[in-house]
Each structure stands twice: as C-alpha cells, then as structure tokens.
C-alpha cells in the first residue's frame, strides 16, 4: 500500500480564495482524522470520522472550514474563504479502527499558505 | 484522556541510548501509553504502545512504572535519523470512546554525534 496519499502538497493561495485538500487513507481503514499544525498551536485535531460518518468536529476553528467524506477512499478539508492565519501544514491520517492495538498513519502533508 | 507531561526538550550522543520520560499520574485503568514521533516535515509516525508490561519493538522499547504513573521510552542506539519530536499519549484504543489521538507539545531529541 502506498500510505496515506495527500494532495497538493504544498498550495500557495491568495486570501479569500477557496482551498480544497485532498486525502486518501488507507485502503480497509475505516477512521480517518485531520489535523493542523502550526508553530504556535503545535499539532490539532480537527475532525474525524469512522466509517465515513464525522463523529467529533469540535476542532474546526470556525464555519470557514468544512470536511467531507463522501466514499471510504476519499477525504477533503475545504477552507472558503481562506485567510492569513489558516497558514499551516495539514495532515490527514487514516486508522482500522475496530481493533485494540491499532496504529494511525500519517500523510506527508500539505503546505498551506494563504497570502 | 490523560494529560502527559513530557520534558521539552533532551539531546543525546550518537550511539547511546535515548531515555525519553513521560508523566500520566492521571491515567486510568484502561488507557494504554502510546508513543509518536515526528521527523522534520513529515508526519508522525507510530513507535509503540503499551498497558503495564515492557513492550520491545524494532524500533524502541516502552517501560511502564508498576503504578502506571509514569512510562519511558528507550531508543537503545539513537542515530542521527532520530533526531524528532517525540509525542507521549495516553489514550483507550477504542472507537466506543472516541476514538481521538490528541497530541500534545512532545519532547524534541536532538541526537549529536
């Protein structure tokens, strides 16, 4: 298996643009999460799903950011519009998660920065 | 889940064994002690986890005070390519609770040669 795909990863936009981006968990996992990470707010939570169902999304900062998970393959995190501080590296992770000693994987990430 | 306190920051010399603590004197008795770790622009990476016994992987081992309070991770040769954010949490791996993996701030090794 190839690993979490994301996608772009990196994405350079100007604010007040829509950004869209891009996982791929895990084929057969049936948990994935995404997360921020920043500097000064190190890495969050900010939504997660078990079989395609979000389940906890108190972590989205606001109604500016949205996620969906339409099949079991495929995941986005959509920031409309987008702002100077939603400048991050985002990660989305996937994880079988029925069992006990289950592992999450981590993506490569995606580079945002808005301008 | 538990809070874990981790030291900030630790280095270590080539070659020797890292010792990373961990504090979770609030964790209960079904969490389990999962370690993370985070090389420079990648993302984390799962290392081990553990209830009460040691655990030994390829890649490290995990040994957990007899009170649970406390765990440590051990890198037995650190290498160069340890050199990360290393993430202590304390969690129960089990979907009817939540399922989150919360990290927290992490200690950064830095291994000299």
């Known amino acids: 298996d190839a690993g979490v795909i994301q996608s772009p990863r990196h994405e350079v936009t100007e604010m007040g643009q829509e950004v869209t981006l891009r996982c791929k968990p895990i084929s057969g996992h049936n948990s994935l999460f995404w997360y921020r990470q920043t500097m000064m707010r190190g890495l969050e939570l900010l939504i997660y799903f078990n079989n395609n169902v979000p389940i906890d ?15 079991a393959s495929f ?6 519009p987008s702002e100077p501080r939603d400048s991050a590296v985002y990660f989305c992770a996937s994880r079988a998660g029925t069992g006990r000693d289950t592992e999450a994987f981590f993506g490569q990430g995606t580079r945002l920065t808005v301008v | 889940d538990a809070k874990t306190t981790q030291p900030p920051s630790m280095d270590c010399a080539e070659g020797r064994a890292a010792n990373l603590p961990c504090n979770h004197s609030t964790i209960s008795g079904n969490e389990y002690v999962y370690w993370y770790r985070q090389i420079h622009s ?6 081990i986890h553990g209830l009460k016994n040691n655990e030994t992987n390829e890649m490290a081992s995990l040994i957990i005070t007899e009170d649970r309070k406390s765990s440590t991770l ?3 040769h650190a290498t160069l390519r340890d050199t990360a954010v290393y993430y202590c949490i304390v969690r129960v791996p089990d979907p009817g609770y939540g399922n989150k993996l919360v990290f927290g701030a992490g200690t950064i090794l830095r291994v000299k040669s």
């Open chain 1, 57 to 71: 999304d108190s972590g989205m900062p606001e109604d500016r950011f949205s996620a969906k998970m339409p099949n």
């Open chain 1, 75 to 80: 995941s986005t995190l959509k920031i409309q």
């Open chain 2, 42 to 47: 990648q993302g984390p990476q799962y290392i």
């Open chain 2, 74 to 76: 051990i890198l037995p």
